[in-house]
């Protein structure tokens, strides 16, 4: 392909970029493909010659297309959204076009600066403190990855990375039991454990965590010759939202000089709205390490993670390595590739400031308070229904409810919704019941979008009764 056809092909991809997003409404949520349709469909064996691109596109729209769930649907109602907004759509399509690799300074400057100021703008924008730095990961569960690393090298006094964690006997790390699994998988990758990462009973309408039981848990560690190494916290938790009260936790934490990380991968958007931060945001300044996504709420594309370190030092003295090769020469200079796991690293910052330029804070904030709003009212309507209940209550815009019936009858539910194709959601448990979690969070849902959901759950609902 030549820059001819690949500006031709370009403006092509554009167009049907545009038309697609314009079709969604009238498509089904969720593919609606069986098991192995579309890999019988692919040639089983690589192609000796190239083919023309038209053929090719030709074949995306007819045995790709079928087989995607379409996140930027406006009734997407599953999970956690992964947002784009056509703005960081488009600054993505420049970054792909550069292709720079942006490991250091050096190797594109513009990047490392773009992304010290985003970082920054976010900062503000989340009500955090002065002198918090940070770095974009490439999710929550690297950012998550890195401060459990550094929980574990602070509490080894930096001694993990290079001696093994033989005779260290057993690190310890807490959290309550509404964690993403993503600090579950944090702390196999670590070394640390499963059998160490102590999980806390979460307690209350909110499903915070017992900080009585945590400084007991962390009592009987010490009496019992473990070493504590660190709490995560969580704003937000992707279950039922389980959020934490935050300032008893560093309480603790400080009595008992463990690290601290915060995980508000989605509710931390929800921060750039002011009246949200003394419910949810309380003392967040006192933590180490916060990491929120603005892929998930604020419409940056996938993938797009902050975090936030308010001493960025334990880090480094973690993960920075600096082979010959990678040191740069003349003045000191940020080089975020040794904040992070991952040496190499793609120009993620362009995209939030596309983003951020083109709606404003004020612009994201009330798509925010919208959605917010909308959970609260669709809840009381599915609580209105008869023999429905909310198993959990709204927090920001997620919650839960359940038909009557048993747990198979929930899954019955939401799979019947889901074949339906007019919205997808998804289950989840509390306390060993199964539950239908809701949550509003698509960039251009509209009310009438939210809203439908009830007349579709109701439908269902008595089709398979």
Same mark, same amino acid.
């Given at each position: 392909?030549? *820059?001819? @056809?690949?500006?031709? *092909?370009?403006? $092509? ?16 949520? &969720? ?63 420049? #970054? ?27 900062? !503000? ?11 974009? !990961? ?35 790390? /807490? ?35 017992? #900080? ?43 009595? $008992?000089?463990? /690290?601290? $990380?915060?995980?508000?991968?989605? %509710? ?15 003392? #967040? ?9 603005? $892929? ?13 370190? &308010?001493? %960025? ?11 010959? /090769? ?9 080089? /975020? ?7 190499? &690293?793609? =120009?993620? %910052?362009?995209?939030?400031? =596309? ?18 709003? *909308?959970?609260?009212?669709?809840? @009381? @309507? ?31 539910? #939401? ?11 998804? !289950? ?38």
């Amino acid at each position: 392909m030549d *820059w001819d @056809e690949f500006a031709h *092909w370009g403006k $092509h991809i554009s167009e049907w970029g545009a038309q697609y997003h314009k079709a969604l409404p009238d498509t089904p949520v &969720r593919a609606q493909t069986a098991l192995g349709d579309i890999a019988a469909q692919l040639n089983q064996v690589p192609p000796e010659n190239g083919e023309d691109m038209a053929a090719i596109l030709e074949d995306f729209e007819t045995i790709v297309m079928p087989g995607m769930t379409h996140w930027q649907h406006p009734r997407f109602f599953a999970y956690f959204p992964a947002n784009a907004a056509p703005p960081s759509m488009l600054a993505e399509q420049l #970054v792909n076009t550069v292709a720079a690799q942006c490991m250091l300074w050096q190797t594109s400057p513009a990047a490392t600066e773009v992304e010290g100021v985003m970082v920054d703008w976010l900062r !503000q924008a989340l009500g955090l403190a002065d002198g918090f730095t940070g770095v974009i !990961q490439d999710s929550a569960s690297s950012a998550t990855l890195s401060a459990v690393l550094t929980m574990r090298e602070r509490a080894t006094g930096y001694t993990g990375n290079k001696d093994g964690l033989s005779n260290k006997g057993h690190l310890r790390v /807490y959290c309550s039991d509404q964690v993403h699994s993503s600090i579950d998988r944090a702390c196999w990758v670590s070394g640390i454990g499963q059998a160490n990462l102590v999980k806390i009973p979460a307690i209350g309408p909110r499903f915070e965590m017992d #900080v009585d039981a945590l400084q007991q848990a962390i009592a009987d560690d010490l009496k019992a010759g473990h070493t504590p190494a660190g709490i995560i916290a969580i704003t937000g938790g992707t279950g039922v939202g389980g959020s934490d009260t935050l300032g008893p936790i560093l309480a603790v934490a400080k009595e $008992h000089d463990l /690290y601290t $990380h915060l995980d508000a991968a989605w %509710a931390g958007s929800a921060m750039i709205c002011p009246e949200f931060r003394d419910e949810f945001w309380q003392d #967040v300044d006192g933590f180490d390490s916060i990491v929120f996504n603005p $892929h998930k709420w604020l419409g940056a594309q996938f993938d797009c993670s902050i975090q936030f370190l &308010r001493d %960025a030092t334990p880090q480094l003295n973690t993960l920075k390595i600096e082979p010959e /090769y990678l040191k740069t020469t003349g003045a000191p200079v940020t080089n /975020y590739s040794e904040w992070t796991i991952p040496l190499g &690293r793609r =120009f993620r %910052a362009l995209k939030i400031w =596309f983003l951020l330029r083109s709606y404003g804070l004020e612009g994201l904030r009330q798509r925010i308070r919208n959605h917010v709003a *909308w959970a609260g009212e669709l809840c @009381e @309507e599915i609580r209105a229904m008869d023999g429905f209940e909310i198993a959990s209550e709204p927090i920001l815009s997620l919650f839960s409810f359940r038909c009557p019936g048993d747990d198979a009858t929930q899954q019955s539910l #939401v799979d019947a919704l889901n074949d339906d194709g007019r919205i997808y959601l998804t !289950q989840g448990e509390i306390q060993g019941r199964k539950v239908i979690r809701f949550q509003v969070g698509q960039f251009d849902t509209t009310r009438d979008d939210v809203m439908m959901a009830k007349t579709v759950i109701q439908d269902i609902w008595e089709k398979i009764q």
